[in-house]
């Protein structure tokens, strides 16, 4: 029973829509271990990936880096580029929570996108140095490459290889 008093603003089950129970009209899957693990490697490689960055360039560094990177627009398209495929690759991150079959192929085609600009700056055909990997032969860029993309490419064998993975993907 609900008692009802002057300045009472819940009022027994009734609120003012902010507090509403939303029900379910069909069951929802459960998230898989995996896609969850896959979801928080994928933030906290990023996130990691910048903090080394910065730890690497510290503050001098970074802004001489924002410097040169916006003195030309092809430096400044490379440095947006590359900012905004991080937040596409986080924003990959929530929807593969969510169960959206889109989110893990579009994180497929970023690892693509950014090892594919990888090599072809390691082989002289990019100009930021950061975004480039040191090597002497292809041999050695190829090896230290795969080495980087090393935690990425696990990520993907989470989302696209083991059957509970797939089928929460297919079924949502």
């Known amino acids: 029973m609900c008692r009802v008093r ?27 271990a995996l896609v969850q693990v896959a979801a928080l490697a994928i933030i906290m490689i990023r996130c ?27 430096l400044t398209l490379v440095f947006l580029s590359s900012l905004v495929l991080v937040f596409i690759e986080i924003y990959c991150a929530f929807s593969l929570v ?36 040191a090597g002497e ?10 080495m980087q993309k090393l935690p990425d490419i696990l990520v993907l064998f989470l989302l696209f290889v083991p059957a509970s993975s797939r089928r929460f993907f297919r079924l949502q």
């Open 48 to 74: 990691l990936d910048v903090l080394m960055i910065l730890n690497t360039l510290g503050a001098r560094g970074i802004g001489e880096f924002i410097h040169r990177s916006v003195q030309t627009w092809n």
């Open 6 to 32: 002057r300045g009472t603003v819940f009022q027994g089950s009734k609120t003012l829509g902010l507090l509403k129970k939303s029900r379910l009209t069909h069951a929802r899957l459960n998230v898989p």
């Open 137 to 146: 032969s292809k041999r050695e860029i190829l090896r230290a490459l795969f």
């Open 98 to 133: 969510k169960g959206r079959n889109w989110a893990r192929w579009v994180y497929l085609l970023t690892q693509v996108t950014a090892a594919s600009y990888l090599w072809a700056a390691s082989l002289g055909y990019g100009y930021p140095e950061l975004f480039s990997i």
